[in-house]
């Protein structure tokens, strides 16, 4: 998957990002963390400073795209070549959980940075990256409506997982595992029902009987 190649700074802020996250969960989202991460890594703390942004929410995107940054080098083309796509996009969230495993502790002040009304652009824009990055590397090439509407429920399953992750205390996640399985079991469900219902007009169901049967359900 082609991507531009990074500006020295910005390889610089990748290169900081997982460890400012890592940081961030004893020094906050602040420049205690950022001088932590380069001191941990071996890194002029004055170049470190210049790289990584000084707002909180910014350092949260920064911390965002280390993480998308990491998560597809993780899954080259050839690694999810064999995989069904719904095992893909279920890999690709848990890699995320992974990864974000080391700033656990800063994840929900960063959700909580992200909520404030002045940054819920930047957390549209952030969840929409993230969610359109691994479509990408999942494969999809859709360029109609359902390039947006596979987004947007990406973006609600991974947030949803993400925040049943935050108070998991099972052994090995398993009931993060558990709850990410359920919501993909519904978007499949509903993306059979999509692709029946924009098929021809033979095959497609009636609208009315689809509603009515989720109102009553067949006995």
């Not at 210049?50 to 910014?58: D, T």
């Not at 990410?180 to 219902?197: H, I, P, T």
């Not at 098929?199 to 609208?207: A, E, Y």
Request: zero cysteines.
């Amino acid at each position: 998957m082609a991507t531009d190649k990074p500006t020295p700074l910005e390889a610089l802020r990748l290169k900081l990002a997982l460890a400012v996250g890592e940081n961030a969960a004893f020094d906050g989202w602040t420049q205690k963390a950022v001088d932590s991460a380069a001191a941990q890594l071996g890194i002029d703390p004055a170049q470190a400073r210049l790289a990584f942004p000084k707002p909180p929410a910014k350092m949260v995107e920064a911390w965002i795209s280390g993480v998308d940054a990491a998560m597809a080098a993780e899954y080259p083309a050839e690694r999810v070549a064999a995989m069904k796509v719904r095992d893909r996009i279920r890999s690709l969230i848990w890699a995320r959980l992974e990864l974000a495993a080391p700033a656990r502790e800063a994840v929900r002040s960063a959700l909580a940075i992200l909520a404030m009304p002045q940054n819920v652009p930047l957390a549209f824009k952030t969840g929409w990256r993230s969610a359109d990055l691994m479509w990408r590397i999942a494969g999809d090439t859709a360029t109609d409506y359902n390039h947006y509407s596979k987004r947007l429920i990406l973006s609600a399953v991974y947030g949803s997982t993400l925040l049943a992750w935050l108070d998991d205390r099972s052994e090995g996640w398993a009931d993060t595992a558990a709850f990410l399985d359920r919501r993909l079991g519904n978007v499949m469900s509903f993306e059979k029902w999509k692709a029946e219902w924009t098929g021809n007009d033979i095959r497609r169901p009636s609208l009315s009987r689809f509603l009515g049967r989720l109102r009553y359900p067949p006995r």
